[in-house]
């Protein structure tokens, strides 16, 4: 690669996945009072993809904070 | 706003989105085309560009290694064949992908890696001389700009299905994009964006099968349902006990053909010499990361059932419970659902607004992917194997061509040949070639996606043709990696009669059916079983064919094969290292998991 330090794809990964964490988990959050129209809702799917999303990419982002 | 919008969506889809779901589609768009943006300013060589400058770490490698090969059309089409077969699918998983990528890491690598060869046909280059090179390379790159334009039709016709977008509105903006992202950042871009779609892909699907188990009561309870609800469901369950006779299972197919078909010949084929992949893992830093990516690539696909197969058992589970049984897309009614449809229909049935977003997301996602990864194998094989020896040449002075000596040249001057080094001006040349060639190689792309809208047929043709090419090279690059007789006359014809002789079995099976009873060996054969056999006859007569060709013709000086074939190269030991950084280990530890694996689902 040039000379240029490049930011490792892992933070790039968790920065998205942590803006996809906490969109599904506002969504989720709203479910549990207006539940979506489909197969076991009070599974509450969204709520917990959205917390494993954030979890995750929340987690990745801090480990690979670019620093000086 | 919405009225705008409407234009690029149909009345009816199987999935209606929510303002949430489509913004995270936006979102992802956003996110490649600023990745792509970022690397632009880091691509400033042939290297960069072409081979992510040689700098990627074992698990990226590994990963883009892997999400390479798992698109959209991957995940859904073997969604579809696990609810029409069963689990036997998951032989294309198993069996049919583990052995050759262990293989790859700890047999072939060593020889793509010290070769420091660009493409694979750049080793056929090195190994068998330019005609070889000339036969693969220029076989390769059109099969794969066809198949970057067929995925491009049959994403937006799912697209059209599935979320109602508009055929054009798909291909123009996905190509687009793709075109943008690559020729900015080059492999690396496309590389990242393959890690970035397999966390997609697995996040966004996950949902499935555990809400799915949930609601099918386990494991258990869904073997129950599928007894209940399939005649003999019983056989969709098991993986070898069927596989005795070719009428005993849903595939019509025998353990002879999985296992040297599908499990040898295929996948060895596929996974070892398809460059689409290769070049994923020749991007790595190191010998040793070379040899771990695509063993840990090989654990994650023995885990990709669990997102895949498994949602098409749930479909067999769930969905035929309550009378909605899907058909063949060959002979579905309008507004009847197809087995393509199960993995969006368990998606709509399980994931609310939000994870609803991310599976489509991730569909998106693998469906882009597998078209940059095309992009980019093609730019590389078009500007290293096809354009720099055949056709530059033809513009430059002679003096400047004595000094490329290149062109017509015999097998081996041994690795890193002049032909793999370029001067600095060259280099730009190379990657300004590499740019265009992406944007050529995307329109080229979409000019066979409109010409499959007009003729539906040319798919199969393109994918059938795409698969001649595989199993003959397989063999012409495992001969010339073990064996050093091999020469450049007896690789050449090898290649050259064994993808005729493919071609010649499938012309025969289409003028005349019961060729298949033929060449499957069997009157119960079914399609699926002609791939298996056709492929793994044509490895066996491109084998005997370089064998017999090689023994005709004078043999290459060993000096000349140093670093390209098993015997004359001085193989990098391992064994400095401790026992659990090997890859031998590993690689190894995987094979027992196969094992296990298909002993629990025998």
């Known amino acids: 690669m040039s000379e240029k330090k490049t930011l490792p794809i892992w933070f790039f990964i968790g920065v998205l996945l942590l803006i996809y964490g906490i969109l599904c988990l506002a969504a989720g959050i709203s479910q549990f009072s207006h539940p979506p129209a489909i197969v076991l809702p009070d599974v509450h799917a969204t709520f917990w993809g959205g917390v494993v999303l954030t979890v995750v990419g929340g987690g990745y982002t801090a480990f690979y904070w670019p620093r000086k | ?602």
């Open chain 2, 1 to 602: 706003m919405h009225t705008t919008l409407s234009v690029f969506l149909a009345e009816t889809s199987l999935i209606k989105m929510s303002g949430l779901d489509i913004s995270m589609i936006v979102i992802y768009f956003l996110a490649v085309l600023g990745i792509g943006w970022y690397l632009k300013g880091r691509t400033s060589t042939g290297e960069d560009f072409f081979l992510a400058g040689r700098s990627m770490t074992a698990w990226v490698a590994g990963l883009s290694f892997l999400a390479a090969n798992l698109g959209a059309l991957e995940l859904m089409g073997w969604a579809a064949s696990a609810y029409e077969y069963g689990i036997l699918a998951a032989h294309w998983y198993w069996i049919g992908a583990i052995p050759a990528m262990v293989f790859l890491g700890l047999v072939m690598m060593p020889f793509y890696y010290i070769s420091r060869t660009h493409s694979v046909p750049g080793y056929l280059k090195l190994r068998y001389g330019e005609s070889t090179r000339a036969l693969g390379g220029v076989c390769f790159a059109f099969m794969t700009v066809l198949m970057s334009g067929i995925n491009m039709y049959a994403m937006a016709a799912v697209m059209q299905v599935v979320l109602g977008w508009n055929l054009h509105f798909s291909i123009w903006v996905s190509s687009i994009t793709v075109a943008v992202y690559v020729g900015l950042g080059g492999l690396t871009s496309a590389i990242f964006n393959e890690v970035l779609q397999f966390f997609l892909i697995w996040l966004g699907a996950l949902v499935i099968p555990i809400v799915g188990l949930t609601e099918c009561g386990g494991w258990t309870g869904l073997k129950d349902r599928i007894i209940q609800n399939v005649t003999h469901g019983g056989t969709y369950l098991h993986m070898w006990s069927t596989l005795g006779n070719f009428q005993d299972n849903p595939m019509g197919i025998q353990w002879v053909g999985i296992v040297f078909g599908l499990g040898f010949v295929i996948s060895f084929g596929y996974w070892t010499t398809d460059f689409l992949v290769v070049q994923r893992v020749i991007t790595t830093k190191d010998l040793r990361s070379a040899q771990m990516a695509p063993i840990i690539g090989a654990f994650f696909k023995m885990a990709v059932p669990l997102i895949v197969i498994l949602p098409g058992l749930i479909g067999l589970g769930v969905f035929n419970r309550h009378g909605m049984t899907l058909v063949s897309a060959d002979v579905a009614k309008p507004g009847q659902y197809t087995y393509n449809d199960v993995l969006p229909l368990l998606l709509v049935r399980y994931a609310g607004p939000g994870l609803l977003g991310l599976g489509v997301t991730a569909l998106i996602a693998g469906f882009m992917s597998g078209m940059a990864g095309n992009v980019t194998a093609f730019a590389t094989v078009w500007t290293y194997d096809i354009y720099r020896p055949l056709i530059r040449p033809l513009f430059r002075s002679q003096t400047s061509m004595a000094a490329t000596a290149t062109v017509g040249g015999g097998a081996g001057n041994g690795p890193v040949d002049g032909d793999e080094v370029a001067a600095a001006g060259d280099d730009q040349h190379y990657l300004k070639m590499g740019r265009w060639s992406t944007i050529i190689g995307v329109l080229v792309s979409i000019g066979t996606a409109y010409l499959a809208m007009q003729f539906s047929s040319i798919m199969d043709y393109v994918q059938a043709l795409f698969s001649f090419f595989v199993a003959p090279l397989f063999g012409t690059i495992l001969l010339g990696m073990l064996w050093k007789r091999a020469t450049a006359a007896g690789g050449f014809w090898g290649l050259l009669i064994g993808t005729a002789s493919s071609v010649g079995m499938w012309v025969w099976v289409k003028i005349d059916p019961s060729a298949l009873s033929i060449i499957a060996l069997s009157k119960y054969a079914q399609p699926m079983a002609q791939n298996m056999y056709q492929a793994l006859w044509s490895w066996c007569i491109c084998v005997i064919i370089t064998v017999v060709v090689s023994y005709m013709t004078q043999p290459i000086p060993e000096a000349r094969l140093k670093g390209l074939v098993y015997g004359c190269t001085e193989m990098p030991s391992s064994a400095h290292l401790p026992w659990y950084k090997r890859p031998f280990f590993w690689g190894m530890l995987a094979l027992v998991f196969l094992v296990i694996l298909n002993v629990m689902f025998w």
